[in-house]
């Protein structure tokens, strides 16, 4: 076989390969791949235990954040990102950064799910405890 015949061949071959690749997945697997409105949009793994803190935190996070935010902090299609993500990292929106959104709001400027109200009814130290709640989420799952 002639080289140029032997490289359109391979070369016909990697398209197709690549065409079938890009083609829908089906049912389930699709389905799978999708969340679907209210499911969580990351995965975590929880710590082994939470700082006193933390706990409080948790709770507060379960009465005020976990409408849009999720369970765990894992995000909500249709409602609210995850904040156990890298984006949030310390280094990316430190502490205050949560505390000004919970105060005053926020606008969207990473996700697609709306601006942010603030939250009535959390006081500084609820706020205070809520990051310390996800700060050892993001740690457990190696966001730092």
């Known amino acids: 076989m002639k080289p140029y015949i032997l490289t359109a061949v391979i070369i016909a071959a990697i398209a197709a390969g690549g065409w079938l690749a890009m083609q829908p ?17 990351v995965s975590i793994t929880l710590p082994k235990s939470l700082s006193a803190q933390a706990r409080m935190g948790e709770r ?11 369970a765990n902090a894992t995000g909500k299609a249709g409602f609210g990102p995850p904040l156990v993500h890298k984006i949030y ?27 942010m109200p603030p939250q009535e009814g959390l006081t500084r130290a609820d706020t205070a405890n809520i990051v310390t709640y996800v700060r050892e989420l993001q740690r457990a799952n190696g966001i730092n």
Not at 25 to 41: H, M, R, V
Not at 60 to 70: E, I, L, Q
């Open 25 to 41: 997945k089906s049912g389930t697997e699709a389905e799978a791949a999708t969340p679907t409105q209210g499911d969580p949009i």
């Open 60 to 70: 507060a996070f379960n009465a005020t954040c976990v409408a849009c935010h999720g």
């Open 89 to 115: 990292e310390p280094s990316h929106h430190g502490d205050m950064a949560f505390l000004a959104a919970a105060q005053i709001g926020v606008r969207a400027h990473h996700w697609r799910f709306g601006n």
